[in-house]
Nanobody, 123 residues
Framework: QVQLVESGGGLVQAGGSLRLSCAASGGTFTAYTMGWFRQAPGKEREFVAAMNWNGGGTYSADSVKGRFTISRDNAKNTAYLQMNTLKPEDTAVYYC????????????????WGQGTQVTVSS
């Protein structure tokens, strides 16, 4: 059973940056594709970015390409989401998620989820 704990959310002005972290425990971190998703009030959960289990492949949603970067440090069992040039429309609860040995951007495919961290971008 994999446990995921996000941190790093907060309030930031438009144009600012935040780095989210997702600490994993309870499993073999290098076996899991790590994904970031977000959910704004009244909206469905949406895919943000993912990195496959060996770090060889990444994919980001069009809405964040060029601004957000996903990475992972396998020695620390931690995934990151660096968010630059933040916009008010990036305001949401951000979740990290994990799925074993599968490359997917669908939230329905991810088995393990963190509790979420709030990101609020003021204009």
């Amino acid at each position: 059973q994999v446990q995921l704990v996000e941190s790093g959310g907060g309030l930031v002005q438009a144009g600012g940056s935040l780095r989210l972290s997702c600490a994993a425990s309870g499993g073999t971190f290098t076996a899991y594709t790590m994904g970031w998703f977000r959910q704004a009030p009244g909206k469905e959960r949406e895919f943000v970015a993912a990195m496959n289990w060996n770090g060889g492949g990444t994919y980001s949603a069009d809405s964040v390409k060029g601004r957000f970067t996903i990475s992972r440090d396998n020695a620390k069992n931690t995934a990151y989401l660096q968010m630059n040039t933040l916009k008010p429309e990036d305001t949401a609860v951000y979740y990290c998620a994990a799925v074993k040995y599968r490359w997917t951007t669908s939230h329905n495919d991810y088995n393990y989820w963190g509790q979420g961290t709030q990101v609020t971008v003021s204009s």
